[in-house]
């Protein structure tokens, strides 16, 4: 079993910041991609960040040069700093793991998500 712990989400102004992290655990060997999703009301998923366990970033068009994403791979955790928050932010966020396990099986696992708002 593996678990996500999500936190940081909340209701902020626009211009403002927020930061959230996800740390992974449970049976977990090796993780290639920690990331961050997120969903609006009415949209689809879209991936926001994410990282690889080499440190490879990949932005959202939409938040780069205002978000930034980073991990920790000791404690198996990823942070998602968002800057200059807008309206249009506004969604659930989903943490995101691509893992292996150590019967050296694939698995991709979300977080149940956490809420952020930005109000204009």
């Known amino acids: 079993q593996v678990q996500l712990v999500e936190s940081g989400g909340g209701l902020v102004q626009s211009g403002e910041s927020l930061r959230l992290s996800c740390a992974a655990s449970?049976?977990?060997?090796?993780?290639?991609?920690m990331g961050w999703y997120r969903q609006a009301p009415g949209k689809q998923r879209e991936l926001v960040a994410a990282i690889t366990s080499s440190d490879s970033t990949n932005y959202a068009d939409s938040v780069k040069g205002r978000f930034s994403i980073s991990g920790d791979n000791a404690k198996k955790t990823v942070y998602l700093q968002m800057n200059s928050l807008k309206a249009e932010d506004t969604a659930v966020y989903y943490c995101?793991?691509?893992?292996?396990?150590?019967?050296?099986?694939?698995?991709?696992?979300w977080g149940q998500g956490t809420q952020v708002t930005v109000s204009s």
């Open positions: 995101y793991v691509n893992y292996r396990d150590y019967a050296n099986r694939a698995y991709d696992y």
């Open positions: 449970g049976s977990i060997f090796s993780i290639k991609v």
